[in-house]
């Protein structure tokens, strides 16, 4: 029962990870390192697959065995996530949507004590 739950959680926070890449609301290597996670658990093939991808691998595996994010990469991910939080939360949403800009503002929170909280390299 606990792999059907990894399982499918996993493809859901990969499903949002390569969303990530493309919405700036979304912080795609977080919701990566959650997918390799729970893929850890249930699925040495699809955690495979995260950790030896060219493009972000070595980040997530870094980051899931070690705790490292380098300190250029941190200020990276920092900028990016402050600079389209910020976008999302004052520009792309109307007035309407206070929900929206909460929840743009606590993923932004979030991420930036995950990101801050790991070792530098």
Do not use: H
Request: hydrophobic share 55%.
């Amino acid at each position: 029962m606990y792999k059907i739950l990894y399982m499918l959680f996993g493809y859901l926070f990969m499903g949002l990870g390569i969303a990530g890449f493309y919405l700036p609301l979304l912080p795609g290597v977080l919701f990566l390192i959650l997918a390799a996670y729970c893929f850890m658990r249930c699925s040495p093939k699809y955690y495979n697959r995260i950790i030896n991808n060219k493009l972000y691998g070595s980040y997530v595996k870094n980051f899931i065995e070690y705790k490292i994010i380098p300190r250029q990469v941190k200020i990276i991910i920092i900028t990016f996530i402050w600079t389209f939080s910020g976008l999302s939360m004052f520009y792309f949403f109307n007035a309407n949507m206070m929900i929206a800009r909460v929840l743009s503002l606590l993923i932004a929170i979030i991420s930036t004590i995950i990101v801050i909280s790991a070792n530098n390299e």
